[in-house]
């Protein structure tokens, strides 16, 4: 069973930068899709940001012009380099692939900003 692994979160003050990535532990055909979602405490999990395999790009309106997705087709690894990190950027994210039929969902990597 595939397992995605996501690093690069942390603590960071408000106004900085970090980034994710998110690589699978064996080969993943068929991919349509990636992306990141995030969850903070009490509230649903939404999408953040996703890259299809073409290479087209679709952001949540809370991150746009602060946040890039970006992908390695050859390495199934997708990254988000997050920047001018705000307070309520603070949650959980989690990576996700989506395949033709099926996907993945990583663990988590927590990311907190301090004000």
């Known amino acids: 069973q595939v397992q995605l692994m996501e690093s690069g979160g942390g603590l960071v003050q408000a106004g900085g930068s970090l980034r994710l990535s998110c690589a699978p532990s064996g080969r993943i055909f068929s991919i349509n899709t990636m992306g990141w979602y995030r969850q903070a405490p009490g509230k649903q999990r939404e999408l953040v940001a996703t890259?299809?395999?073409?290479?087209?790009?679709n952001y949540a309106d809370s991150v746009k012009g602060r946040f890039t997705i970006s992908n390695d087709n050859v390495k199934n690894t997708v990254y988000l380099q997050m920047n001018s990190l705000k307070p309520e950027d603070t949650a959980t994210y989690y990576c996700n692939i989506q395949r033709t039929f099926g996907g993945y969902w990583g663990q988590g990597t927590q990311v907190t900003v301090s004000s």
């Open positions: 890259i299809t395999s073409g290479g087209s790009t």
